[in-house]
């Protein structure tokens, strides 16, 4: 069975440009969530959708929005980059939105350049 | 406060010898989940092992066993019989309430040596 998949795995985009990332969770998991790392740095949580609705979200400014289609598949828009958007951005898959699901994977990341 | 408290920034270890990091965190809830990740340079954050905060008895998987101290609320990793393809970051999470939410201390980077 095929882990979490992100795509693309790295990229370069300019300052004040638009991104959009994208990432498929495991087969059967309706979970999805985002984090950054930072380099040097634990990541940090964005957004956790569930069902297409969105269950959390972390402290990250309106230029960061998300959504999760009827596949469960979600992507991940970062509006206006700014050079300290530059991260390995990591989507999450579980099977669930609560206590139950005692297991959440990782994709590869995808790797962002600000320049 | 600092949720998850990582105090090693890097230790060596000798192939083939164990090795214990260190966690400590911070929560109020009764309920929460304690997970260990591995991530190589590539970047991908891969699952070690997961402790419930209710699981009487230290999860273990394969060469990963989480020494669980709840009253000291500590939740170390040791490998055992530790492998040149150990040599990564590792990083301790919790899991406070429902959901995904993951919050992850800053992480140890273990070096083994040949």
């Known amino acids: 069975d095929a882990g979490v998949t992100q795509s693309p795995t790295h990229l370069i985009k300019t300052r004040g440009q638009h991104v959009t990332l994208r990432c498929s969770p495991i087969?059967?998991?309706?979970?999805v969530s985002w984090y950054q790392q930072v380099l040097g740095q634990g990541p940090q949580f964005i957004f956790q959708?569930?069902?297409?609705?969105?269950?959390g979200r972390g402290n990250f400014p309106d230029r960061f929005s998300a959504r999760q289609f009827p596949n469960y598949s979600s992507e991940l828009n970062v509006n206006a980059l700014l050079l300290g958007d530059s991260a390995l951005y990591l989507c999450a898959s579980s099977g669930s939105g609560g206590h139950s699901g005692n297991t959440i994977y990782f994709g590869e990341g995808s790797w962002l350049t600000v320049v | 406060a600092q949720k998850i408290t990582q105090t090693q920034p890097g230790m060596f270890v000798q192939e083939k010898e164990a090795v214990t990091l260190d966690c400590t965190y911070d929560t109020s809830d009764q309920s929460y989940g304690l997970f260990w990740y591995k991530q190589p340079s590539s970047g991908e954050m891969i699952f070690l092992i997961y402790?419930?905060?209710?699981?009487?008895q230290n999860a273990t998987e394969g060469r990963y066993s989480l020494n669980f101290q709840k009253a000291r609320k500590s939740a170390n990793l040791v490998i055992s019989a530790s492998q040149l393809g150990d040599s990564a970051m590792y990083f301790c999470a919790m899991r406070e309430r429902a959901g995904n939410m993951l919050t992850f201390g800053g992480g140890t980077r273990l070096m083994v040596k040949p």
């Open positions: 402790q419930g905060s209710y699981d009487e």
């Open positions: 959708y569930y069902e297409k609705e969105e269950r």
């Open positions: 087969s059967g998991h309706k979970s």
